[in-house]
């Protein structure tokens, strides 16, 4: 290997220098033979690997993407990310539906549809699918989003038909937008109980616009074109996903030239570095993720007392006035965060600039915790009250960079207003299992959230999310109240306004600092044309990507 | 860098400086410590330990900041190496220099101490067994193998799992029972050699009892081995905090360690590369003047004995 | 020999033993859930508990050991948590990665150390042996991991010509004929095996130089030498051969050594190895993963000491070999 070096010149490109050192051992040269429009590589870099490619049953953001090019919806959310109604939704599987008075939806399958064994794509596929995503043996993450769907037939095999339970705006979105339609004739004789392990989910077939091809653990993941795909052959003809343990690594791997994608770079480290690199491109698109400093309401592993700081509402907006929330997102984020003006991620529509909240104001926090009695008494910098001192425990999963740092940041912002906070640093599992139960102070908390709202908020902010993910406890019956009038509008407008309202005192209430918003950047070789990046699923529209001919690199032509 | 902390450094470079130059003045006093200087590297080493250790003690002196003041967090975060600030700033706009001081207290103190419980452990089980003999020896062998058996590494990630938020005496506590098995291998065979010597059989014909006999007895004199083998230690165990550290499961923040500097540093090593860099450099240099002197003083205090393989290597 | 050696087997399976009681004390005493929505969205509690019950997290303790046990005797590691695949096929996808990288990281160490000591011995204490000396003692102190991020950045970013991570191509190396296959597996174990071969390398030659001058000075060496016999001879003959035999003891030393290195190194350079799979399953709290992967680990150090220990009675018939 060595004897090869000093023959050739260095190339920057892993290919490149491969084909040479083959070239030196060999004596072969090995040009790849395709060309024209339809070939291209795209390599991934991934950060984690997918658990499996079974759609029900997965739960990694990785598995998703992956399985996302394999398997279809019904339909689709459009470039408006609006998911009220019907009309913004693209047809996928499904050619075409009609309501069929208020509580039921008929779908017409696209007659074209194959599954990638040949196969035909019928009714009695999605009955399968909706049996599978509602059977507790499969005991999918997602069967919660079909709760309001009381049943789903067969009228002939291209006609499937949904009921549902109730009539609510966004009865089409959950119609559409949890299950991707399983083939039936596959998967029937699988045990249901063993859908996660089964062989199926590492080499599955499926609908989409590409099949499967290799699967080695812990290096990589390649999906192929599927050239006869009926809704257009996909420019791209491999997908290639390489797994690495960190966005670190990831973003070396891009900047090296040994990767084309990357859908988030996160801190403005990683943007600077991709922006000096000539053959990467940014794209930025609105995030679908936010975080917040939560306080614990009710006292650690006791939820029949209030909590011996946060219990205080007077306290808790004492808090939020020290902070610093633009500066703190500055710092952590360069210009690609937004504060939000509530618990919301820039996807969703209810953000509103208009929205009240609590402002940024130290020396009002400082009069207004010396009102409740902390003075710092002993000289020792931390204020105290009857011999107790202003100082919690603030729990952040060591595996997020972003929620360490702004751990840190409020640390030292805090301790200016004679606040001590101690920060623990735990395993992912460790903070799960420790806010679920309730044994906490303090939390600096991210959702990814839904296309929509309505299920997150109920879940993570409403008394009914106790015991789910409403890990503070926060509960306000008025504002249970406006969060269950937004949701039941259909009118967007009168929504909007009875979101802002809800907003708005959930601020008052300050039960937790909302710290950032992110924007997403993308970095993608500039070789790539026709980039469309849907901000509510960054992988929904790779089928439409492509590489021009006269742009493609010798990984393009690689033949397989 | 301000003038305080300016002068305050070459006080410790001076002060560094002095010691050594007082140790080889001295150094034809007796035949071990002419071996201890006719080791190159141990004159150096000696100074280096000396320095670092000179920093640590005054830290609040030589360091122109706190360790975990934010100087501003969007202006002076990741800033490179200056005059204001010789290392630079990191990612939090703390200044490098400052917490690389302070964390010389943090490193240096968890070297010493858990070397200090892994050697005390491993002589103490390493002389019983070998001075009892029969099934206590074979149970704390078995014991040994079983630690030896299962890398370090994971067993310091399993206990580390233990403990929701494990206090910083803890940590030290669990580097120090993680690393005596090779120590107690050492002593052990020092141990079986020496207990048919006259002096020994001597006391023990004098009527004095195993425990009398372990410390008054024969650990005096397999003090050579422990002592060369701790020198050794400390640096393995800097090196182990560091990796911990990197794998996000050591000193908690915001308390600076060299091992946890060169974690926080390590996302920005393309942008920010001194972040990372100094801190390694000073872990290599202390770890190396360990190993120095830890030679030096093998020769020196045992000239008859071969160089021994140092059992916890420096493999990490 | 023969009483030794099942002697010897049969304390190593007690250890093996002893080691997984141990782990699955340690694992289920730890706080943590191991069942946990991958990225940042909710997940439904029930959903949890159906997990847990199917896992049978559910049970007591005695009992889950009690079925570990069982199945463990019948081969079986059982299902991963997180990986949503048999225990057994993960290990068989790791394993051979780790195995390569120490491996080739053991042959560097010994090799590289071996030349380097044997060269510093032949020329003590003139300026190559001096500066070696300095730079075996460097590069034994520097944090391995640390190490392996320089080595990445430059030689991997700055340079490019070493690939920035994993274990082939991903694009090229399943076209590629056998040779060429090979060569990309090879150029892309370059820096990990470096990385981790090089302290190790550090250690085996100061090691190795004392050894060598140790020797040199003993009667038949210097016999050798009034004999007249040429120097190279003397010293890669004569007293090579006597200073190799304490090497087949580090071998048997350094094998875990390596592979707590390995756990870094693997980090670092995205190798999907044993210690990567461990590491990321002990922060997952993915229990068969990491239970699988203590025994197997163990068995390997256990093997490795055992395999050192009969090299050395096959090399030095004056070890007595029954009981210590």
Redesign the interface.
């Known amino acids: 290997m060595l004897g090869a070096m000093p023959i050739a010149p260095f190339s920057p490109r892993t290919t490149a220098l491969t084909s040479l050192l083959c070239l030196a051992l060999l004596g072969c040269e090995r040009r790849g033979g395709c060309t024209g429009e339809y070939c291209g590589t795209l390599v991934f870099a991934s950060v984690g690997e997918p658990d499996g490619l079974l759609p029900p049953v997965l739960q990694s953001t990785v598995g998703r993407d992956v399985s996302d090019q394999i398997f279809l919806k019904l339909a689709d959310i459009g470039l408006s990310t609006n998911t009220m109604g019907d009309e913004d939704f693209t047809p996928l599987l499904a050619e075409r539906w009609e309501w069929d008075g208020p509580l039921t939806l008929v779908f017409h399958l696209d007659p074209r549809a194959r599954w990638q064994d040949g196969r035909r794509v019928t009714a009695a596929d999605v009955v399968f699918t909706y049996d599978a995503y509602n059977d507790e043996r499969v005991n999918s993450p997602y069967r919660t989003g079909l709760h309001w769907i009381s049943a789903v037939t067969s009228r002939d095999s291209l006609t499937a038909v949904v009921r549902f339970r109730r009539r609510y705006p966004e009865m089409f979105y959950d119609a559409v937008f949890h299950m991707r339609i399983l083939p039936g004739h596959l998967l029937r004789n699988i045990p249901r109980d063993q859908w996660r392990s089964t062989a199926f989910a590492r080499a599955p077939v499926g609908d989409g616009p590409y099949r499967f091809v290799a699967w080695k653990a812990g290096e990589n993941l390649e999906l192929a074109a599927d050239s006869t795909f009926f809704l257009g052959r996909p420019h791209i003809r491999r997908l290639i996903w390489r797994f690495t343990p960190d966005l670190q690594v990831a973003v070396t791997q891009l900047v090296a030239g040994e990767a084309d994608a990357l859908e988030v770079l996160l801190s403005p480290d990683n943007i600077e570095r991709v922006q000096a690199t000539p053959h990467l491109a940014t794209y930025p698109y609105r995030g679908n993720a936010y975080g917040y400093l939560g306080f614990n309401l009710v006292a650690p592993g006791d939820s029949t007392h209030p909590h011996p700081l946060f219990g205080d509402r007077e306290l808790r907006r004492a808090l939020a006035m020290a902070i610093d929330r633009e500066r703190l997102a500055k710092s952590v984020f360069g210009g690609h965060a937004k504060v939000p003006p509530g618990p919301m991620s820039q996807l969703w529509w209810i953000w509103d600039p208009e929205t009240r909240e609590l402002p940024y104001d130290t020396t009002h926090a400082a009069r207004l915790l010396t009102q409740r009695g902390w003075i710092d008494s002993d000289g020792d910098g931390v204020r105290d009250r009857n011999g107790v001192k202003l100082s919690f425990r603030l729990v952040v999963p060591t595996t997020s960079a972003v929620r360490r740092q702004y751990a840190r940041l409020l640390q030292e912002q805090l301790r200016r207003v004679g606040v001590e906070v101690l920060i623990d640093e735990v395993d992912f599992s460790v903070l799960l299992q420790r806010v679920q139960t309730g044994q906490f102070d303090a939390m600096i908390q991210t959702w990814n959230t839904d296309p929509t709202p309505s299920s997150g908020i109920g879940q993570t902010w409403t008394q009914g999310g106790v015991g789910r993910s409403n890990y503070l406890r926060y509960i306000n019956p008025a504002f249970d109240q406006l969060v269950e009038q937004a949701t039941a509008s259909f009118d967007r407008a009168q929504a909007r306004r009875t979101w802002r309202r809800a907003m708005e005192l959930l601020n008052q209430d300050a039960p937790a600092v909302f710290l950032f918003a992110p924007e997403n950047v993308a970095a993608i070789h500039r070789r790539i044309a026709d980039v469309a990046i849907r901000p509510d699923s960054w992988w929904a529209l790779v089928r439409t990507w492509r590489i021009p001919p006269d742009r493609m690199i010798d990984r393009d032509r690689v033949e397989r | 860098m301000n003038l305080r902390a300016t002068l305050a450094l070459l006080g410790a470079l001076a002060l560094a400086l002095f010691v050594v130059g007082e140790a080889r003045r001295h150094a034809a006093a007796t035949p071990a410590r002419r071996r201890f200087f006719r080791h190159?590297?141990a004159a150096w080493g000696l100074f280096v330990l000396s320095f670092f250790v000179t920093l640590a003690i005054a830290a609040p002196w030589v360091a122109p900041y706190g360790p975990?003041?934010?100087l501003e967090?969007?202006t002076l975060?990741?800033q490179p190496p200056s005059l204001l600030h010789p290392l630079g700033t990191d990612?939090?706009?703390r200044d490098v220099w400052s917490r690389l001081v302070y964390g010389s207290r943090v490193s240096l103190s968890i070297g010493a101490l858990a070397m200090l419980v892994a050697v005390t452990v491993g002589a103490v089980v390493g002389a019983v067994a070998g001075y009892v003999r029969r099934w206590v020896d074979t149970a704390l062998m078995?014991l040994v193998?079983?630690g030896?058996?299962?890398?370090?590494?994971?067993l310091m990630?399993?206990?580390i799992?233990?403990w929701?938020?494990l206090p910083l005496a803890l940590f030290v506590l669990l580097i120090g029972l993680t690393g005596w098995f090779g120590t107690s291998r050492l002593v052990r065979a020092e141990v079986l050699t020496l207990r048919e010597r006259d002096f020994v059989a001597a006391a023990r014909g004098l009527g004095a009892g195993p425990a009398r006999i372990i410390l008054r007895h024969v650990l005096p004199n397999v003090a050579a081995p422990i002592i060369v083998s701790a020198a050794l230690g400390i640096?393995n165990v800097m090196?182990l905090e560091?990796?911990l550290s990197?794998?996000?499961?050591g000193v908690?923040?915001?308390l600076p360690s060299w091992?946890n500097m060169?974690a926080d540093g390590?996302?920005?090593?393309?942008?920010?590369?001194w972040t990372?860099?100094f801190p390694?450099l000073a872990?290599?240099?202390v770890?190396?003047a360990?190993?120095?002197v830890g030679d030096a003083l093998r020769d020196a205090l045992d000239p008859r004995r071969?160089?021994e393989?140092?059992?916890d290597?420096?493999?990490? | 020999m023969a009483t030794w050696l099942v002697r010897r087997v049969a304390a190593s399976l007690a250890i093996v033993f002893a080691v997984v009681t141990f782990t699955f004390l340690l694992l289920h005493l730890a706080p943590g859930e191991p069942f946990l929505p991958s990225g940042d969205t909710p997940i439904d509690p029930a959903v949890v508990a159906r997990l847990r019950h199917q896992f049978g997290l559910d049970q007591s303790l005695p009992l889950q050991y009690a079925k570990y046990l069982g199945a463990l005797a019948h081969g079986q590691l059982g299902e991963s948590f997180a990986l949503h695949r048999p225990v057994a096929d993960a290990l068989g996808d790791a394993i051979p990665n780790t195995l390569v990288l120490v491996g080739t990281a053991l042959v560097l160490e010994l090799l590289l150390g071996l030349a380097f000591g044997v060269y510093q011995a032949a020329r003590a204490r003139r300026l190559p042996d001096v500066a070696l000396g300095y730079a075996t003692l460097f590069l034994n102190s520097v944090p391995t991991f640390w190490l392996g991020l320089l080595l990445l950045l430059v030689f991997g970013e700055a340079l490019r010509w070493f690939p920035v991570g994993g274990v082939v191509d991903p694009v090229v190396h399943a076209s590629l004929p056998w040779a060429g296959r090979t060569a990309d597996r090879l150029w892309h174990l370059a820096l990990p095996a470096l990385t981790l071969g090089c302290v190790g390398a550090a250690g085996t030659a100061r090691y190795e130089r004392a050894a060598m001058l140790e020797v040199i000075n003993q009667d038949y060496v210097r016999t050798a030498r009034a004999k007249g016999l040429p120097e190279r001879r003397v010293v890669l003959v004569h007293a090579l051969r006597n200073a190799l035999l304490p090497l087949v003891t580090l071998f048997g030393l350094s094998f875990p050594f390596l592979l707590t290195g390995a756990v870094l190194v693997e980090w670092v350079f995205a190798w999907p190895g044993m210690g990567k799979l461990t590491a990321e399953a002990i922060f997952r709290r993915d229990y068969p993963v990491v239970l699988a992967a203590a025994t197997s680990a163990s068995t390997m150090v256990v093997l490795g000491s055992l395999l050192a220990d009969v090299l050395y009675a096959i090399a030095d018939p004056r070890i007595r070999v029954h009981g210590e």
Do not use: C, H
């Open positions: 190159r590297p975990s003041v934010t967090i969007v975060k990741n990612l939090y706009s078995r193998d079983v030896l058996a299962v890398p370090r590494i994971f990630l399993m206990a799992a233990l929701q938020r640096g090196l560091a990796g990197f794998l996000g499961i908690p923040p915001p091992g060169i390590a996302a920005q090593l393309a942008t920010a590369p990372t860099l390694g872990i290599a240099l770890v190396m360990l190993n120095a071969e160089a393989w140092d059992t290597g420096a493999t990490l």
